[in-house]
């Protein structure tokens, strides 16, 4: 296969458009996610934590979250 160069991303031909509905769209979905989990695996920390209110269960899972996604220590 032939290298290509292009002087910016502009010039780069786009990806082509996945068909709706595709079963092959789900695959590639999975995929993904797995990739995702590889280079970043979610922590769980051991125990069973009870809120005294759902805002308060809520704002724990937010920040929860937060952490997985920045990589924030716990």
Known sequence: ??????????????VAPRRPHD???????CELSELA??????HFEP????FRSIEEADRHRREWQRRQV?????
């Open 47 to 50: 125990g069973v934590r009870k």
């Open 1 to 14: 296969m032939p290298v290509r160069k292009f002087r910016s991303v502009e010039e780069m031909p786009g």
């Open 37 to 42: 989990y590889a280079l970043k695996p979610w």
């Open 70 to 74: 920045r990589g924030s220590p716990a």
């Open 23 to 29: 079963p092959e769209n789900l695959r590639i979905a």
